[in-house]
């Protein structure tokens, strides 16, 4: 039987490039800086792992234990958030949200 859709496990995918000319090494220390000082911070997250392929397109994935703490955190207004946001190539960011099944 399905859960119910507050009580699913939610996998938040965010897919991106940095802007050009961005300095890689700055956006992973911006980045572990987001991670330490602001999502792992957040109630109901289980995981958060970035990654970049081949290509360059980088990768966040969010493991969260409902749908209440996926739409949670916004960020809005956080410098952290702000500075990792200012890395992003923003013509190119897309996000998707699956959630679990069983």
């Known amino acids: ?10 996998l938040v995918i965010k897919k991106f490039r940095l802007k050009e000319g961005a300095d890689e090494d700055l956006f992973l220390e911006a980045d ?6 602001f999502t ?12 970049k392929s081949i290509s360059g397109e980088w990768l966040v994935l969010h493991l969260w234990t409902s749908v209440r703490a996926a739409d949670g955190p916004s960020g809005a207004n956080d410098p952290v958030v702000d500075t990792w946001v200012d ?16």
Do not use: H
């Not at 039987?1 to 939610?10: F, N, R, T």
């Not at 572990?32 to 000082?37: A, G, I, N, P, V």
């Not at 890395?87 to 679990?100: H, K, L, N, P």
């Open 1 to 10: 039987m399905p859960k119910a859709a507050e009580d699913a496990v939610i």
């Open 32 to 37: 572990r800086r987001l991670q330490r000082e």
């Open 40 to 51: 792992r911070q957040q109630p109901g997250l289980v995981e958060c792992t970035t990654a």
């Open 87 to 102: 890395f992003i190539d923003q013509s190119t960011a897309e996000m998707t949200r699956f959630e679990s099944i069983d």
